[in-house]
């Protein structure tokens, strides 16, 4: 952490500074955003950066073996495989805790990975809105790989269009104006062009996918999908022509079986310092005396639905034998609260976000996401009627 811009930046903040910043921030999205945003963006040093992207390229490493789909295929649930799968998912986020090392030094370790996409569009607008309303060194970016705001849009634009009109490409996504990240559908639109769709309004006839647009039935060339089966599966109540898994006429921006693939289910898979010990519950022999050090997972959940965070043998117990593969059993991972609001210390989560683009061997690093908490998960349930919490993005030292 930079000690020195932490110090100025908290003498320098009001909550009427902050005020002025969020209201920015929803003029520009022109909405109000359905999640806190912090106070305070996070800095880190150049050394810091380091460490993030070589935690990065530790799992990437394992992402690029060429059995890959092999292992994974059993990720993807029966009935929810769908056709035209690419080479490789087009996005790639991974989410890593700021913890302390044994040797009481800052490290980051992984808690989640998603071969899905995150606030791609959001984190230049927020990060501009920081810029904006707070001093922030000219050598600190949230960018990665010498990427600036324009490229960095211009490369998503690029990513996202593939070539189509932008009328051809839609954002699809289970009812667009009712999610929290619904931020994000409006930032995408602005720098793309790209409407946001809900599922139940897309038409289906024969391989053609089509839209309403002002009135008109345009056809559907391309999807960037922001649906998750495990909301997907939940809506009973959806009336849809369209249900993900048939063969159709359309590109994925973003194949639906990367979802499954890379996820929590790849996480025994990794062989890496920055990766918590993680297996399969069906694989535990024997269970843990010390369970209080390990959380409990869901394989397929979603925003950390079912986890078990304090882990009782009968939470074992109650799993069927012929359930336990669906499981994890991780190592907790210890959060350090590192960050100084000026009420006491709060901790860190940042994702990082990439881009692997077709004609790219690897996933290259774009930009990062981040949250802090104060509560004991970093979910909003565990962080109500708190400050200096919430979505923001970091600032590393170039």
Known sequence: MVSSLREKFNAQFTEEKYQHFLEDLYARAGMKIFFRVAESPVFFSKEMRLKFEEAGESIIKSLMRPDLKEITDAAIPQG???????????FLALDFAVCLDEKGELIPQLIELQGF???FAFQDMIQQAYLDHFDIPDNYS???????????????KKLLLNGHEAKHVILLEIEPEKQS??????ATKQITGIEA????????????????????????????????FDEFTRRTDLNCQFNLTEDV????????????????????????KFVPKCQYLSDVEPIPNDLENYVLKPLFSFSGTGVI???????????????????????????????????????????????????????????NLGRLSRGE??????????????????FFEK
């Open 249 to 272: 006429d359309a590109e994925w921006a973003g194949h639906p079986n990367w979802f499954f693939r890379i996820s929590k289910f790849l996480m025994p898979h990794l062989d890496s």
């Open 80 to 90: 929810l495989r769908v056709p035209n799968e690419d080479n490789h998912s087009l």
């Open 309 to 367: 965070f304090h882990v009782k043998p009968e939470d074992i117990d109650a799993i069927p034998l012929e359930e336990r593969k669906n499981f994890l059993l991780q190592r907790k991972v210890v959060y350090e609260p590192v960050l100084q609001a000026p009420d006491g210390k709060v901790k860190i989560e940042v994702r990082l976000l990439y881009f692997h683009e077709p004609q790219n061997e690897r996933p290259e690093l774009v930009v």
């Open 142 to 156: 949230v960018f990665f790989n010498g990427l600036d705001s324009a490229s960095y849009r211009e490369r998503l």
């Open 197 to 228: 769709v809900c599922i139940t309004k897309v038409i289906r006839e024969g391989r053609k996918l089509y839209y309403m647009l002002d009135g008109d039935k345009t056809e559907i060339k391309r999807i960037y999908n922001r649906v998750i």
């Open 181 to 186: 990240t619904s931020v994000d559908f409006v």
């Open 117 to 119: 996409p995150s606030l």
């Open 377 to 394: 998960m970093i979910g909003v349930k565990f962080n109500k009627d708190k400050t200096w919490v919430g979505g923001n993005v970091s």
